[in-house]
């Protein structure tokens, strides 16, 4: 059994926010009891508690910034936090899994296009289910919780499920994902908290082929470049 833990990372055409971005972590049975104790220690190295809340929450965009419940953390401890979570995913070698949706091209393609948020799921979906066909097992599916893409989002897994695949003429079967996809808040889950941060880094620095100037942002860069390394990406359209 694998489970699997998605977020996204929102677009704003606006700000030059382009793309959007969802993906996830795979995390089987033998890895979940490593994972979970590192990620407590994670946060109990910074909060002084490992207890699931609002307040020992690692989002990364305030992670980054230094906002809300991290505003009183330095820069460095902050980068330190990036950067364990960053070798606890490459070290215990979890399968990963980004999907890019290129906004602009992607409405420019199409008379009707799929809203971002919904074909992005479905696209990772399809990923998932191809990696548990080849693991021959099964899984299950977490998501951040949005509030305005959750009915929708369920049922169009049980419409995938009923048709037995998902749309368009390159559909693909969902067979081995079961139940539902669960929505749950980030504060809720350490797992994910940990996709949440490595969304945040490749919709930040996945566009930058070189470190950027200013320090902070080439150390995040770098523990960028380490994740990408053992990341899969689909770029759409």
């Known amino acids: ?50 207890v699931l809340s ?31 979570v960053a070798d606890a995913l490459v070290e215990l070698a979890l399968p990963l899994q980004l999907i890019r949706i290129d906004v602009a091209k992607h409405r420019k393609r199409y ?10 799921l479905m696209l990772i979906l399809e990923r998932y289910s191809e990696f548990l066909e080849q693991q021959e097992a099964r899984g299950l599916v977490f998501c951040d919780y949005e509030a305005d893409e959750i009915t929708q989002a369920v049922m169009d897994f049980s419409a995938y499920k009923q048709a037995g695949s998902t749309k368009y003429w ?3 079967s ?23 941060l490595m ?14 100037a200013k320090w902070h942002e080439a150390q995040a860069w770098a523990i960028w470049q380490k994740i990408k390394a053992s990341v899969r990406i689909q770029h759409w359209p």
């Open 1 to 50: 059994m694998w489970l699997a833990y998605f977020d996204e990372n929102k677009f704003d055409l606006s700000t030059g926010r382009d793309s959007f971005w969802i993906g996830g972590i795979y995390v089987s049975e033998e890895a979940l009891p490593e994972l979970e104790k590192r990620l407590r220690q994670i946060q109990t190295d910074i909060f002084g508690s490992s």
């Open 54 to 84: 609002a307040k020992t929450e690692l989002h990364g965009k305030e992670l980054f910034h230094g906002k809300g419940n991290l505003r009183r953390h330095s820069l460095p401890e902050r980068l330190k936090v990036f950067n364990a």
């Open 111 to 120: 008379t009707t296009p799929e809203p971002e948020y919904r074909l992005g």
């Open 170 to 172: 390159f559909g693909r």
């Open 174 to 196: 969902l067979e081995p994902i079961h139940d539902t996809i669960y929505f749950t808040y980030s504060h809720h889950s350490r797992f994910l908290q940990a996709a949440d």
């Open 199 to 212: 969304v945040y880094l490749a919709a930040r620095f996945d566009h930058q082929n070189m470190p950027p």
